[in-house]
């Protein structure tokens, strides 16, 4: 049974930071491990992905220059931290584990793998 289980979520003043992390266990092969976040009327976006194949480490252009993916391979765990926060980064976030290595954007518009539950994070003043 594969577990995916994120903490970190609150809120946090534009231009701070916040790092999420997540758990993954249960899982064989191949995957990639991904953050994913949703806002109210948009599509959802894959943020960050680590492939633990090491084919790569896949950003968001809009996001690459200010959040930063890694991982505690020992544990099984992923990071997302997030600098220089903006409002409109205020959104849920979903850590997701997908099987094989899929493209963390297919991996985000279609609802691949195992998801967790989401956590909101809050950009505000």
């Known amino acids: 049974v594969v577990h995916v289980v994120e903490v970190g979520g609150g809120s946090v003043q534009p231009g701070g930071s916040r790092t999420l992390s997540c758990t993954i266990s249960?899982?064989?092969?191949?995957?990639?491990m991904a953050w994913v976040r949703q806002t109210p009327g948009k599509e959802r976006e894959g943020l960050a992905g680590?492939?633990?194949?090491?084919?790569?480490?896949y950003y968001l252009t809009s996001i690459k220059d200010r959040f930063r993916i890694s991982r505690d391979s020992a544990n099984n765990i992923i990071y997302l931290k997030m600098n220089k926060l903006k409002p409109e980064d205020t959104a849920s976030y979903y850590c997701?584990?997908?099987?094989?290595?899929?493209?963390?954007?297919?991996?985000?518009?279609?609802?691949?793998?195992?998801w967790g539950q989401g956590m909101q994070v809050t950009v505000s003043s």
């Open positions: 680590i492939y633990t194949s090491g084919i790569s480490t």
């Open positions: 249960g899982f064989t092969g191949e995957y990639v």
């Open positions: 997701v584990a997908a099987p094989g290595n899929p493209e963390v954007r297919r991996v985000a518009a279609a609802r691949q793998g195992y």
